[in-house]
């Protein structure tokens, strides 16, 4: 498969996010958000805001796809539903686990859980992506 290393750097909204993949292994990827300043929502609590784990989980369901599926192709996404259970704690990264749950020959169904505890989940949701007609892909490793 290529390598989804360095996957940080070609995709600017995830470095700017400094979204770090820790894991990937077939179907299932694993990815830590940095808590940081710049990504409370609410300063008077310095809790994260969605929108930054929203984007981990959306990627990261991408890097999941394409692993389970062995190389990068193109797809777009039908659906994203991210359903929080409570806030992330302040001061703390956030872990992210997408698997691909079942690939059909237009669609890939993907399930994610954040957490910064893993038996206590910050975050569920479910990611549905379009495989599109292969062509260049932005996700391949130039070389």
């Given at each position: 498969?290529?390598?989804l290393?360095?996957?940080e750097d070609?995709?600017?909204?995830?470095?700017a996010?400094?979204?770090q993949?820790v894991?990937v292994?077939?179907p299932?990827?694993v990815?830590r958000?940095p808590?940081?300043?710049?990504l409370?929502?609410?300063?008077d609590?310095g809790?994260?805001h969605?929108?930054?784990?929203?984007t981990?989980?959306?990627?990261?369901s991408?890097v999941?796809m394409?692993?389970?599926i062995?190389?990068?192709v193109?797809?777009a996404?039908?659906?994203?539903?991210?359903?929080?259970?409570k806030?992330?704690e302040p001061?703390r990264?956030v872990y992210?686990?997408?698997?691909?749950r079942?690939?059909t020959?237009q669609?890939?169904f993907i399930?994610?859980?954040?957490?910064?505890d893993e038996a206590?989940p910050?975050?569920?949701?479910?990611?549905?992506?379009m495989?599109?007609?292969?062509?260049?892909?932005s996700m391949?490793a130039?070389g």
């Open positions: 498969m290529e390598s290393q360095g996957l070609r995709i600017p909204h995830i470095h996010l400094g979204i993949l894991e292994d077939g299932v990827a990815s958000l808590w940081a300043d710049h409370v929502g609410d300063p609590t809790i994260m969605g929108g930054p784990i929203t981990q989980i959306d990627n990261l991408a999941a394409h692993s389970g062995g190389h990068a193109p797809c996404t039908i659906d994203l539903r991210v359903d929080y259970l806030p992330a001061g990264d992210a686990r997408s698997e691909l079942r690939l020959r669609v890939a399930t994610s859980v954040a957490y910064q206590d910050i975050a569920l949701a479910s990611c549905t992506y495989l599109l007609p292969e062509r260049q892909s391949k130039e």
